[in-house]
């Protein structure tokens, strides 16, 4: 058989999705699995939204779209961006993509390629590096430690940059940490940047709306960083329609006219029944999205509280999106029935086999002194799910 490609054979699979799979295989095997691995809304999108999606789709809703996303969603997206960050782009400067993840790919590939560096201030999502990888780039990890709220600062970029850096991946507010970064904090790294102008920022924004800090300000609300920022966002997290797949991606002129070329020979367009709904969602009134907010907020405290009594864990509440990030260095060096815990992925995997729940390792994130828990869940599956890592917890030696 002929070998993959050499882009296909560096790419690692999500061990998100590998943890996801392993508790799916224990509750078919009869194992009572409590999954806090993927970050999916447990909620549903509004009425409104749905009853769009089945007329349009009814009225028959199932041809192509123009590539860069129908024209009024555009124009809704574009407004939504205005008011919420003044990113005052128009809708020539932004494109619907088939999800966030859909757009990110665009920009890696419209921003990077072969002997690139994308510089990845880490914890971050896993899917930055591969994305890097796929467009030939070479990701260049950042550790950010506890200490500085898990968030680049500038003594750090400072001595990251090379002179084959091309691009920044920034998340904010960040999976899997939370962390916000501040106008403050942005306006520092820019002062860092003025001398590279050759570099792009792109910006990860799918949680922008999930917060529980006043602002969470984009790279593109900087006079200094707007020419050279490419911004994501998206309905997954805001909506809760992850699998309607709409992502946004705002930008310069000439970017976005690239994104649009690579999205037309790659995926063509969003789906337009997707499309349709979107723009039912982006009408609705903020308050109809409240209690959504409200109970992450309440989930946020529980969580936090119960990861803090349990044994050995430390936790610094998120400012934004619904994970939680417990420090696991006091547990390094307990001991399990399957021998001495040295790392998050076999704490993950005890937690998993003796308790019944299912956490990501930090190191898929670039920390392996973590665990990451997704709140994305009713309180009473939170409470059980605390209950039993603290039990877990209690029984190591």
């Not at 619907?96 to 510089?119: I, Q, T, W």
């Not at 797949?245 to 367009?269: E, K, N």
């Not at 006091?330 to 704490?347: H, K, M, N």
Request: with cysteine.
């Amino acid at each position: 058989m002929p070998m993959l490609s050499e882009r296909a054979r560096a790419v690692e699979p999500s061990r998100t999705i590998a943890m996801n799979q392993r508790a799916r295989e224990l509750k078919a095997a009869g194992r009572d699995v409590i999954d806090l691995t993927v970050g999916e809304p447990d909620f549903r999108p509004p009425r409104r939204v749905l009853e769009a999606a089945a007329a349009a789709a009814l009225a028959g809703a199932d041809r192509y779209t123009p590539v860069a996303g129908l024209p009024e969603l555009r124009e809704l997206a574009a407004a939504a961006c205005l008011a919420d960050g003044a990113l005052g782009y128009g809708p020539g400067g932004l494109m619907v993509a088939p999800g966030a993840k859909g757009a990110l790919s665009a920009a890696f590939m419209a921003l990077a390629g072969p002997g690139d560096e994308v510089l990845i201030p880490t914890p971050a999502w896993l899917s930055y590096a591969e994305q890097a990888k796929l467009v030939g780039a070479e990701p260049r990890l950042v550790y950010c430690p506890p200490e500085s709220g898990y968030k680049l600062d500038p003594a750090a970029l400072r001595g990251a940059l090379t002179g084959r850096t091309r691009l920044i991946v920034l998340g904010s507010p960040a999976n899997p940490t939370g962390a916000v970064y501040s106008r403050t904090e942005l306006e520092a790294l820019a002062a860092v940047l003025e001398a590279r102008p050759d570099i792009w920022i792109l910006s990860d924004e799918v949680y922008r709306s999930i917060r529980y800090v006043a602002e969470a300000p984009s790279p593109a609300e900087l006079p200094a960083l707007r020419a050279r920022t490419a911004v994501v966002r998206g309905l997954s997290k805001s909506h809760a329609m992850t699998g309607w797949r709409i992502g946004f991606l705002a930008g310069p002129q000439d970017f976005i006219d690239a994104a649009i070329a690579i999205q037309g020979q790659t995926l063509t367009c969003a789906a337009r029944v997707s499309q349709l709904a979107a723009i039912e969602a982006l009408k609705l009134p903020p308050a109809e999205l409240k209690p959504m907010l409200e109970a992450y907020e309440d989930r946020r405290a529980l969580v936090c509280a119960g990861l803090a009594a349990a044994r050995g864990l430390g936790v610094t509440p998120p400012e934004g999106a619904f994970y939680a990030f417990p420090r696991i260095e006091g547990l390094v060096g307990a001991t399990a029935p399957r021998g001495t815990i040295r790392s998050s992925d076999e704490l993950a995997l005890y937690l998993l086999e003796e308790g019944g729940v299912a956490l990501v390792p930090g190191s898929a994130f670039g920390d392996d002194g973590a665990l990451r828990l997704s709140f994305a869940a009713s309180e009473a599956c939170l409470a059980e799910a605390l209950d039993r890592i603290a039990a877990s917890l209690a029984k190591l030696g």
